[in-house]
């Protein structure tokens, strides 16, 4: 699905005998290609991985429900969740371990079109849009008690992932799921101009949106540190080269190449990892108690259980 950059050079011999005795590595994605991979996609791009020693294999999922539990039953090496998930799998006792970050920063929001809502206080009395059963209303739950709102001052509506045309048909006021690295600007390619508020300026602990997991078991393979070292490079080479990498990703995948995707990729850049294995072990405590707390989930498990900081 993806092939080298080839500029017309013949490959050795010797090129493909090393090429071949690469270590080999799977990576799931946690959904079709997108601009949330950059870092990986730049990294490939780059010959990152290569130069560690590794073949890496990219996977999108054919669904998202899988990664993590293919990497939990040892048929992947390493999967792209999300930090929430990675504290359910720690309550349900999956072997699963965090080992690196690609997006540390949430891109949850809540949405509007209203231009008198500045904040969950206005949101008083509307009608809220949502996709995800639990963690989006214990969020906008949290959001709304910042501004000294009881849960029930709005009435949430399930829209079924049809976040943005629930709200540009105005089924809802305003929805809570939309991310400000791709709805808002989606919506905005649409003419209007939306009210985003960021859910970590209301209450809710920051957490890291996109995570790598891998099996416990595997957590000491030095692939995995590799993996992760040919990660970095491919952040730093975005952030410096963020339209040349983003032409490259575009004529990889063509039906990829729109306004909205160009739109994103530039938009994602600082939200993304500089430093892909760096662990904030206060922060995953601090998500973890706020799901505790929402009775999201049955217990505090430790953080070293299921996220770590490979060196």
Request: hydrophobic residues 45%.
């Amino acid at each position: 699905m993806f092939r080298p950059l080839v500029k017309g050079v013949l490959f050795s011999a010797a090129f493909v005998t090393q090429a071949s005795a690469n270590e080999k590595l799977t990576l799931m994605l946690d959904w079709y290609i997108n601009p949330d991979h950059a870092p990986i996609m730049v990294a490939e791009q780059i010959g990152a991985f290569k130069a560690q020693g590794l073949d890496v294999k990219i996977v999108p999922p054919s669904d998202p429900a899988l990664p993590p539990r293919l990497v939990a039953a040892k048929q992947a090496d390493l999967a792209i969740t999300y930090e929430p998930q990675i504290h359910f799998f720690a309550d349900q006792g999956l072997p699963l371990v965090r080992v690196g970050t690609l997006i540390n920063t949430p891109l949850n929001t809540v949405i509007t079109l209203d231009k008198n809502v500045k904040s969950p206080a206005d949101l008083k009395g509307k009608t809220v849009g949502y996709s995800v059963s639990g963690i989006e209303q214990a969020t906008l739950a949290t959001m709304l008690k910042h501004d000294n709102l009881n849960a029930d001052a709005v009435k949430l509506i399930n829209v079924n992932f049809q976040l943005t045309s629930a709200l540009l048909t105005g089924k809802v006021d305003a929805v809570i799921g939309g991310y400000r690295n791709i709805e808002a600007l989606e919506i905005k390619l649409q003419g209007k101009d939306p009210m985003v508020l960021n859910v970590e300026d209301y209450g809710v602990p920051a957490y890291d949106e996109l995570i790598i997991v891998a099996n416990r078991d595997a957590v000491a393979e030095p692939k995995i540190k590799k993996f992760l070292i040919a990660l970095e490079k491919g952040a730093e080479y975005l952030q410096a080269h963020p339209e040349e990498s983003w032409k490259v990703f575009a004529s990889r995948h063509p039906e990829l190449n729109t306004e909205l995707n160009h739109q994103a990729w530039i938009k994602s850049l600082p939200l993304f990892a500089t430093h892909p294995a760096k662990l904030d072990t206060a922060r995953y405590q601090a998500y973890e108690q706020f799901l505790f707390d929402n009775k999201l989930i049955r217990k505090i498990t430790p953080v070293k259980n299921y996220a770590t900081e490979i060196h």
